[in-house]
């Protein structure tokens, strides 16, 4: 099992500029998540999805949009950078209420 | 005030000591609590999961809850320098995880 793949691993950005992060997981869970870390602020939840067919705001959803494409596929979409938006973006996916498993990332630089 | 706090450290122990991380958090609702190891450049990687008050070991690693305190730690015994990483507390607060900001743990040999 992959466990929680994304794409790209990298993507460097002009402002103003559209992009979609692809996240798919292969262990049957319900929710999943997106994430982005940055230096000293820790993980903060951009959107998750309970199920699918739903998707709810985190702590910092603007700039954002998601798409749950099937149980497997969480997107996340960018429609016009931001420098402000450089990070590190993490998905995620879990059974409710319990251990959240993690991709490996994509490190997104607006220039 | 942030919902999940940790210290930032570095905390720095020698090999083969026992490392002490510990978290603090405000929701009293609270029933779910994790704790990842983050290496530099990687993603969070989940080492422990508690869900109810007392210890839980499980091979060097033992977490602590106490929900009455809303305090969780994390003890690692005979610390090596491959565990040399950033710790995250993480708690479920409603059906949402919310993470401190991470201690650094740095193991000297």
């Known amino acids: 099992n992959a466990g929680v793949t994304q794409t790209p691993k990298f993507q460097v950005l002009k402002t103003g500029q559209s992009m979609t992060l692809q996240c798919a997981q292969d262990?049957?869970?319900?929710?999943m998540y997106w994430y982005r870390q940055d230096p000293g602020m820790g993980l903060r939840l951009i959107y998750y999805?309970?199920?699918?067919?739903?998707?709810d705001k985190g702590e910092v959803p603007n700039g954002y949009n998601v798409s749950r494409l099937n149980k497997r596929e969480f997107s996340l979409r960018l429609e016009s950078a931001a420098p402000s938006q450089t990070s590190v973006y993490f998905c995620?996916?879990?059974?409710?209420?319990?251990?959240?498993?993690f991709g490996p990332g994509t490190r997104l630089t607006v220039t | 005030q942030k919902e999940v706090e940790q210290n930032s450290g570095p905390l720095s122990v020698p090999e083969g000591a026992i490392a002490s991380l510990n978290c603090t958090y405000s929701d009293r609702g609270s029933q779910s609590f994790f704790w990842y190891r983050q290496y530099s450049g990687k993603s969070p990687e989940l080492i422990m999961s508690?869900?109810?008050?007392g210890d839980k070991e499980d091979g060097r690693f033992t977490a602590q809850l106490n929900k009455a305190s809303q305090y969780v730690s994390l003890l690692i015994r005979d610390s090596q320098p491959s565990d040399s990483a950033t710790y995250l507390c993480?708690?479920?607060?409603?059906?949402?995880?919310?993470f401190g900001a991470g201690t650094i743990l740095r193991v000297k040999s």
């Open positions: 999805s309970a199920s699918e067919g739903t998707t």
């Open positions: 995620a996916s879990s059974e409710a209420g319990y251990e959240q498993y």
């Open positions: 262990m049957n869970h319900n929710s």
């Open positions: 508690i869900y109810s008050n």
């Open positions: 993480a708690v479920m607060g409603g059906n949402k995880l919310v």
